[in-house]
């Protein structure tokens, strides 16, 4: 298993404004997801962040609006970029652990846009 | 493509009853199947997952799933539900894409329990 931290934990934003969310992980992984989870909703991936190269985005989501970094193998950042009331989630990093494609989650970032 | 269905949003049942979560699934390959479950405003937590081999999988607090190839379906039970069992469950199948595996989420289930 890993264990996975998120920051900030939660924030109030204003539309047109930009949010950065923080995810540290306690061991070094190849693969770490970002995923959206509006309002009474399920989970949507928005990208596949793999150390050394470029985010893949998932249909729907781009990276002028959703911009990734991925540093190093313990650590991610998601950017939420001129934000609306739309953009009103939670976001989840996670990480593959093992070799049977399961994977962790953090405690997630509950972001209001007002 | 791979796709989800958890029947019933809501399902309510009695504590000490019989807890059963519906998920199908739909996919191309042998799937890789997970349960995951969400408290309140906290992330998913890892419930169980089938890979290959033994049908009947076994994960914490006393749940189980079993995987009917057949039905193409992935239910989760409990024999007896408690009220720390109230929480929303989401089913997952993996989908494996040049190396990795991207999860494809259903919409989830959110088991009320009444004492």
């Known amino acids: 298993s890993a264990v996975i931290s998120q920051k900030p934990s939660r924030d109030i934003c204003q539309r047109g404004t930009s949010l950065t969310i923080q995810c540290q992980v306690d061991?070094?992984?190849?693969?770490m997801f970002w995923y959206r989870q509006q309002p009474g909703q399920s989970l949507t991936l928005i990208a596949t962040a793999n150390q050394g190269s470029e985010a893949t985005y998932e249909s729907g989501f781009v990276i002028d609006k959703f911009p990734i970094s991925r540093p190093n193998l313990t650590f991610s950042t998601l950017t939420v970029s001129n934000m609306s009331p739309e953009d009103s989630s939670i976001y989840l990093c996670?990480?593959?652990?093992?070799?049977?494609?399961?994977?962790?989650f953090g405690p997630g970032t509950r972001l209001t846009v007002t | 493509a791979q796709s989800v269905t958890q029947l019933g949003s809501h399902v309510s049942v009695s504590e000490g009853a019989l807890v059963l979560l519906r998920c199908n699934y739909s996919s191309s390959v042998p799937p890789y199947l997970f349960w995951y479950v969400q408290y309140p405003n906290q992330g998913l937590q890892l419930l169980l997952k089938y890979t290959t081999g033994a049908t009947l999988v076994k994960g914490i607090n006393g749940f189980e799933a079993e995987f009917k190839k057949s039905e193409t379906s992935f239910h989760l039970t409990k024999p007896s539900a408690h009220m720390s069992d109230a929480a929303e469950y989401f089913c997952a199948v993996s989908f494996v894409n040049s190396g990795y595996s991207t999860l494809t989420f259903g919409k989830g289930t959110m088991l009320l329990v009444s004492p």
């Open positions: 996670s990480v593959e652990v093992g070799g049977d494609y399961e994977q962790y």
């Open positions: 061991s070094q992984v190849t693969m």
